[in-house]
Nanobody, 125 residues
């Protein structure tokens, strides 16, 4: 059973940065693509970014492109989401998830086999 645990959330001022981590356990991260989703208060969950099994391919939602960077350390079974130039509209609970089949494609919640419990990011002055 794959387990995903997010960390790194917190309160940050607009324009600031945070790095989220998704620790993968139960199986090696190299066998899974990993996606980040987020859910803002009163809104539906949306896909943010995805990284392939090898870490060699990534994609981003238009709303975060150029500001967020996803990376993967397969040796340490951890996926990171570096978030720069944060805006108040980035405020949300951020989740990592593993899709089945294990490829980056559309951000479809029903395609996710595993989810973490989320970490809260608040962007506010």
């Amino acid at each position: 059973q794959l387990q995903l645990v997010e960390s790194g959330g917190g309160l940050v001022q607009p324009g600031g940065s945070l790095r989220l981590s998704c620790a993968v356990s139960g199986y090696t991260a190299a066998y899974y693509a990993i996606m980040w989703f987020r859910q803002a208060p009163g809104k539906e969950r949306e896909g943010v970014s995805c990284i392939s099994r090898s870490g060699g391919s990534t994609n981003y939602a238009d709303s975060v492109k150029g500001r967020f960077i996803i990376s993967k350390d397969n040796a340490n079974n951890t996926v990171y989401l570096q978030m720069n130039n944060l805006k108040p509209e980035d405020t949300a609970v951020y989740y990592c998830a593993a899709p089945s089949p294990p490829y980056c494609s559309a951000y479809v919640e029903s395609d996710m086999d595993y989810w973490g419990k989320g970490t809260l990011v608040i962007v506010s002055s």
